[in-house]
């Protein structure tokens, strides 16, 4: 493991003991030839996830486990992580599998490939695997979130993105932050590129995530992230005033003859 990687893979997980060895398998096979590491945050797993990410550590000193005693969600175990990252570029997916690790290297490059003053390279899923209820209600949410903030992404869900470890500090933060980076990363000033990912289904378990656990919170979350926006000002530019010259004693005026 390099002391300072380009990029840090963040994978947030919960009982997701049986996708642990694959997915690092596959993270480890999209991103070799790049200086990263990979950072899993255990969000209070119950199961043998913890077993299982000790046993994919053996050989791999760029692989990092952080645990939180008990599940704080998605958000925060992608914020412990990026907050641990050593990388300036950050990716991050699903811990289920259904995210495919080799779209990596290609959010990376479209991300800096635009500059600077791109913030995010976000995924944006095609063939979704999930059952036709959970789309239907994914569909009619990204629809009511772009109408509403105007995000100019179809899919904020997919939890394939790239981002400026920098601008993500910038965010506030709120829990399922994920499911508004385009339009916070945009509020921040910074644009954000996107590329077709391809969905596959879950390797093994069932998902953490019911059907309604987040509808009423999202609709609150929607609210609160398009009065951030409305409350946005242009961030001012200070201009730091120069002191005395560096070889100048403190309070010693500069014409002042200081010889015997």
């Given at each position: 493991m390099s002391e300072s990687p380009h990029l840090t893979v963040v994978v947030p997980v919960k009982n997701e003991a049986g996708n642990i060895a694959p997915l690092v398998a596959e993270i480890?096979?999209?991103?070799?030839?790049?200086?990263?590491?990979?950072?899993?945050?255990?969000?209070?797993?119950?199961?043998?996830?913890?077993?299982?990410?000790?046993?994919?550590?053996?050989?791999?000193?760029?692989?990092?486990?952080?645990?939180?005693?008990?599940?704080?969600?998605?958000?925060?175990?992608?914020?412990?992580?990026?907050?641990?990252?050593?990388?300036?570029?950050?990716?991050?997916?699903?811990?289920?599998?259904?995210?495919?690790?080799?779209?990596?290297?290609?959010?990376?490059?479209?991300?800096?490939?635009?500059?600077?003053?791109?913030?995010?390279?976000?995924?944006?899923?095609?063939?979704?695997?999930?059952?036709?209820?959970?789309?239907?209600?994914?569909?009619?949410?990204?629809?009511?979130?772009?109408?509403?903030?105007?995000?100019?992404?179809?899919?904020?869900?997919?939890?394939?993105?790239?981002?400026r470890r920098a601008v993500y500090l910038r965010l506030p933060y709120f829990d399922a932050l994920h499911r508004f980076m385009p339009a916070l990363v945009a509020r921040e000033g910074f644009s954000v590129v996107h590329r077709d990912v391809v969905d596959r289904p879950r390797l093994t378990g069932v998902s953490n995530y019911g059907l309604f656990d987040r509808l009423w919170v999202g609709l609150l979350d929607l609210a609160g992230v398009w009065w951030l926006i409305r409350r946005k000002r242009a961030d001012p530019r200070p201009e730091e005033i120069a002191g005395p010259a560096a070889d100048q004693p403190a309070g010693q005026p500069a014409d002042q003859d200081v010889g015997c």
């Amino acid at each position: 493991m390099s002391e300072s990687p380009h990029l840090t893979v963040v994978v947030p997980v919960k009982n997701e003991a049986g996708n642990i060895a694959p997915l690092v398998a596959e993270i480890e096979a999209a991103c070799v030839g790049l200086a990263f590491e990979l950072i899993y945050v255990d969000d209070g797993s119950t199961d043998g996830t913890p077993a299982a990410l000790a046993a994919a550590r053996a050989g791999r000193p760029w692989l990092r486990v952080l645990r939180h005693a008990r599940g704080g969600g998605q958000s925060a175990a992608v914020r412990s992580g990026v907050l641990a990252a050593r990388g300036g570029i950050v990716a991050t997916l699903d811990g289920d599998g259904q995210n495919d690790p080799a779209f990596i290297p290609a959010l990376l490059a479209a991300l800096e490939a635009a500059g600077p003053a791109a913030g995010l390279a976000q995924g944006q899923r095609r063939g979704r695997k999930d059952g036709r209820f959970k789309m239907l209600q994914s569909r009619i949410a990204n629809g009511v979130r772009g109408r509403i903030l105007n995000d100019s992404t179809r899919d904020t869900g997919c939890g394939l993105k790239v981002f400026r470890r920098a601008v993500y500090l910038r965010l506030p933060y709120f829990d399922a932050l994920h499911r508004f980076m385009p339009a916070l990363v945009a509020r921040e000033g910074f644009s954000v590129v996107h590329r077709d990912v391809v969905d596959r289904p879950r390797l093994t378990g069932v998902s953490n995530y019911g059907l309604f656990d987040r509808l009423w919170v999202g609709l609150l979350d929607l609210a609160g992230v398009w009065w951030l926006i409305r409350r946005k000002r242009a961030d001012p530019r200070p201009e730091e005033i120069a002191g005395p010259a560096a070889d100048q004693p403190a309070g010693q005026p500069a014409d002042q003859d200081v010889g015997c």
